[in-house]
């Protein structure tokens, strides 16, 4: 799945409600400036920021 949209959109909100049906107990935050945020509930949750990656790829050739 991915999100994507304005800043204040609702892409965190919508997360953080995902999380919760997941089972994850932990603060989700907006993924800005790390590239990988791993949380545990029932199933293992991982946000991935593409932006992030673009910007660490393109920096690491």
């Known amino acids: 799945m991915s999100l994507n949209g304005d800043l204040g959109a609702g892409k965190t909100h919508l997360t ?6 997941l089972g994850v107990d932990d603060y989700i935050t907006s993924p800005t400036f790390t590239i990988v945020n791993e949380y545990i509930g ?14 660490y790829m393109r920096c690491t050739r």
């Open 16 to 21: 953080k409600g995902i999380a919760a049906g």
């Open 42 to 55: 029932r199933l293992p949750f991982i946000i991935l920021t593409y932006t992030e990656l673009r910007i």
